[in-house]
């Protein structure tokens, strides 16, 4: 791993960028890299308030690319990562589960200050990511945005239009500044945006089929999302393929960094509603301004397999209890987090790990799974439902039984935070082996 500094121009980074990718394909020194991505952590404003100044903000911003993120399946990827923020800061991936990944704090010091730091990441499944500094809220001045990431499966999909709908979530001082989470958040109100726009306008034609790629980019709320008079049939969970579903009375539910990539036939103008919890609000709407004349659409294929295995010995697995976020039992901030510490558990590659995740607290907690995607366990644990997942969320007082194949060498993270603004985010670690 090189670390330079640069001016942190967009020209400049691509330049850079290329010739470090030059660099890496010539005279046959390692697999070539396939695609090529600048990242920059950045002060910036966002327009929430119409009556207020723009509220400053820090983000996550792809100055590689002019609009969405778009990488392939199998694409071997250099990540230029440029840091310009006063504080240590990397990128955090929800989705990349591969042994090449880095995840944060296990043995690799964040990106320090106007200091850039280039690594090569390969991309092994398709799917819908995201990348934020969650891990590092602790020393946030500033709410920060995230930045998602399309990995493209390698056939194609009979869709007719590919929209990303990031959900995100502010709380606002009465002068229209924000406030980071893990703070107290009186005198604050929530609002919600998606794709940085306080109300979101999709425009289509009728009997068009839409892939919605819904992430839930707050930092602790559990939310709903449905669009009125439509069928949303989900089609993969956490960038996973799933057996297609109708999502439960048209709305996708999603935990705090889970995302959900659903099929929409369009039908008429409707509008896009979110639920917290507390309240329903409008925050978009879906515009039909003609109609596609053509045959009725058949039900949806299933997405392409990613590859993930198709059973789980659950007979043979290894099985761990878990208590969520409590104090005594090794959990920590990511401030003072260090694989010095015992892990949860450790386990052989390839075999399958069994956990029972317990909350014992009065509130939500969501559980997060770096490093393997898991499958959800029934409650007689004879099998699992027909999806994968990475994040989930447990009700207080609940256990629920997640079992993943540990196929990934490494020392991964898992995160506990309970669904309150002002909580800890809290950490732990587990070796493969």
Not at 16 to 39: E, H, K, M
Not at 160 to 183: F, S, V, Y
Not at 363 to 379: C, E, N, S, Y
Request: proline content about 9%; charged content about 20%; hydrophobic content about 45%.
């Amino acid at each position: 791993m090189t670390t330079r500094i640069f001016a942190p121009h967009r020209r400049e980074v691509l330049a850079g960028l290329g010739a470090s990718v030059a660099g890496l394909t010539v005279g046959g020194a390692g697999p070539s890299v396939t695609a090529q991505l600048a990242l920059q952590a950045r002060p910036a404003t966002l327009a929430l308030k119409p009556d207020q100044p723009a509220t400053p903000i820090w983000e996550l911003a792809a100055v590689s690319h002019l609009r969405d993120v778009r990488l392939k399946r199998f694409d071997r990827c250099e990540v230029v990562f440029r840091n310009d923020l006063p504080v240590p800061l990397a990128p955090v991936w929800h989705g990349l589960n591969a042994a090449t990944a880095t995840d944060p704090l296990r043995g690799r010091a964040p990106a320090a200050p106007n200091t850039t730091e280039t690594s090569i990441i390969s991309m092994p499944n398709a799917g819908t990511l995201l990348a934020d500094f969650r891990l590092f809220e602790d020393g946030l001045k500033q709410p920060a945005r995230a930045l998602p990431i399309i990995v493209a499966e390698t056939g194609p999909v009979a869709i007719d239009r590919d929209e990303l709908l990031l959900i995100e979530e502010w709380r606002l001082r009465p002068d229209g500044t924000a406030i980071p989470p893990g703070q107290d958040p009186k005198d604050t109100t929530p609002l919600y945006t998606i794709n940085g726009q306080t109300s979101f306008e999709l425009s289509a034609l009728g009997n068009q089929r839409l892939r919605l790629r819904f992430i839930n980019g707050s930092q602790r709320t559990v939310l709903a999302i449905k669009l009125e008079s439509h069928e949303v049939r989900v089609m993969a969970l956490d960038g996973q393929p799933a057996e297609p579903f109708p999502a439960r009375n048209g709305a996708v539910v999603l935990a705090p960094g889970a995302r959900a990539d659903a099929f929409v036939d369009t039908a008429k103008s409707a509008p896009f509603l979110l639920h917290d919890g507390k309240d329903a609000r409008q925050v978009g709407s879906l515009t039909i301004s003609g109609k596609l004349e053509r045959a009725p659409l058949l039900p949806p294929q299933p997405l392409p397999s990613n590859d993930l295995p198709e059973k789980l010995d659950l007979r043979g697995a290894l099985r761990f209890d878990v208590a969520l976020g409590v104090a005594d039992a090794g959990w920590m901030r990511p401030a003072s987090f260090s694989t010095a510490s015992a892990p949860l558990f450790r386990a052989k590659t390839g075999r399958t790990v069994v956990l029972a995740l317990k909350n014992p607290a009065p509130a939500t907690t969501v559980f997060h799974l770096h490093g393997h995607p898991f499958r959800l366990l029934d409650k007689l644990d004879d099998g699992w439902k027909p999806y994968w997942l990475d994040t989930l969320v447990i009700e207080p007082g609940q256990t629920q039984r997640i079992a993943f194949a540990a196929t990934s060498p490494g020392r991964w993270l898992i995160e506990s935070v309970v669904t309150d603004w002002a909580a800890p985010r809290l950490v732990r670690w587990y070796a493969v082996d």
